[in-house]
C-alpha cells in the first residue's frame, strides 16, 4: 500500500516558527524608527501648511481687504489659528510675534509637543 503524506513534520513547523522570528527581529526596529520619522514629516507638513497658508492669506488680503484675515502685529499662535482652516492642528504651539510691518516675513517657531521638535514657519504679516 501507498502511504500519502497527511501533514507538516515537527522539524518543518519548527523551521517555519524560527525563519519567522528572525524576520520578525529584524523588521521591528525598523517600524519603531519609523514612527519618529513620521512626527517629522507631520512637523515639517504642518509648518509648509502655516507658510502656504499665510501666502494665500496675504494674496487673498491684497486684493480685497474683505478676504483673508489680518495677521500684522499678532501673535504667531493667533495668525495661524485664523488663516488656516481649522485652526491650528492639537499637539502643536507657535512661538513669535507677526512683525506689524505690512508685507514682511516673520519667522515663527513651530515646536510638536510630544516630542518638543521644532521647525520654522513663515507668516507675512498684512492688515
Do not use: H, W
Not at 507631520?42 to 494674496?59: D, F, P, Q, R
Not at 501673535?75 to 492642528?89: D, E, F, K, R, V
Not at 516673520?106 to 520654522?120: D, H, I, K, R
Amino acid at each position: 500500500m501507498k502511504r500519502t503524506q497527511q501533514g507538516f513534520t515537527l522539524i518543518e513547523l519548527v523551521m517555519v516558527i524560527v525563519i519567522l522570528g528572525v524576520l520578525a527581529a529584524v523588521a521591528v526596529p525598523k517600524f519603531v524608527d519609523l514612527s519618529s520619522d513620521a512626527k517629522t514629516a507631520a512637523l515639517e507638513g504642518v509648518a509648509g501648511g502655516i507658510t502656504s497658508a499665510s501666502s494665500v492669506n496675504y494674496a487673498a488680503r491684497s486684493v480685497t481687504t474683505g478676504n483673508g484675515s489680518a495677521t500684522a502685529n499678532v501673535a504667531c499662535q493667533t495668525a495661524a489659528g485664523n488663516i488656516l482652516q481649522g485652526g491650528l492642528p492639537t499637539g502643536y504651539t507657535l512661538s513669535g510675534t507677526v512683525s506689524a510691518t505690512v508685507g514682511t516675513a516673520t519667522a515663527c517657531t513651530l515646536t510638536q509637543t510630544s516630542t518638543n521638535a521644532t521647525a520654522t514657519a513663515t507668516i507675512i504679516s498684512i492688515n
